[in-house]
């Protein structure tokens, strides 16, 4: 098992375009988690499932953002009309039924021009 | 709500001195964790140390150990013999336990190790 994985690692895109990125959590984790980070902050939850029910969405998730993990494993993150403060580091974690320890995939980090 | 705050933006040391991370935190919650969260420049977030609420005694991992002042709401972090790799950013963390799961960050301290 090699973590928590993501991808892509980069995305540059427009202002206005759509932007898909998926997490593939560490196998049998039924936690999964979405952060943001943007430049000199800490992460910023965004929404996190127990296996495929989303449990809780922050305030921070507009209606332009959507988060699935339809089979329980991997998640996808979606934004819709990207704008330049989607600008940021979007950080998944997984952590398994039994532990609160939350482990840390290498982050997406997003560009809109 | 809870938060977590950590004072000290930036620090820098040289190599094989201890530093000390300072970390407080305010919540209503009697059951918690405490993790400090090492970022590197680059690379992915790992932890480093955590702390259950309940316990008394102080979490360590090797050179890596914590105060933990429950009534104070203070939790920071000791470094002892600095090395070049403990370069990077410290997030000092929460989260509730049996409520819900969402790690509550601090902005972090940059920590720098200097040859």
């Known amino acids: 098992d090699t973590g928590v994985s993501q991808n892509p690692r980069h995305k540059i895109t427009k202002r206005g375009q759509n932007v898909t990125f998926r997490c593939d959590p560490i196998?049998?984790?039924?936690?999964l988690y979405w952060y943001r980070q943007t430049l000199g902050q800490g992460p910023e939850f965004l929404t996190y499932?127990?296996?495929?029910?989303?449990?809780?969405k922050s305030r921070l998730l507009s209606d332009r953002f959507s988060a699935e993990r339809p089979k329980g494993s991997f998640s996808t993150l979606e934004i819709q009309r990207t704008e330049q403060g989607d600008s940021a580091m979007y950080l998944c974690?997984?952590?398994?039924?039994?532990?609160?320890?939350?482990?840390f995939g290498p982050g997406t980090r997003l560009t809109v021009l | 709500a809870q938060t977590v705050t950590q004072s000290q933006p930036e620090m820098s040391v040289q190599e094989a001195e201890t530093v000390t991370l300072s970390c407080t935190y305010d919540?209503?919650?009697?059951?918690?964790?405490l993790f400090w969260y090492k970022q590197p420049p680059s690379r992915q977030m790992i932890l480093v140390i955590r702390?259950?609420?309940?316990?008394?005694q102080n979490a360590t991992e090797n050179r890596f150990s914590v105060n933990f002042q429950k009534a104070a709401k203070s939790f920071s972090l000791k470094i002892s013999d600095s090395q070049l790799g403990d370069t990077a950013m410290y997030f000092c963390a929460f989260i509730a336990m049996n409520r819900d799961d969402k790690i509550i960050f601090g902005k972090g301290t940059r920590l720098h190790i200097l040859p």
């Open positions: 702390q259950e609420a309940y316990k008394q």
């Open positions: 974690a997984s952590s398994p039924r039994d532990r609160n320890e939350q482990f």
């Open positions: 919540t209503s919650e009697n059951n918690y964790y």
């Open positions: 196998s049998e984790h039924n936690r």
């Open positions: 499932f127990q296996n495929e029910a989303q449990l809780e």
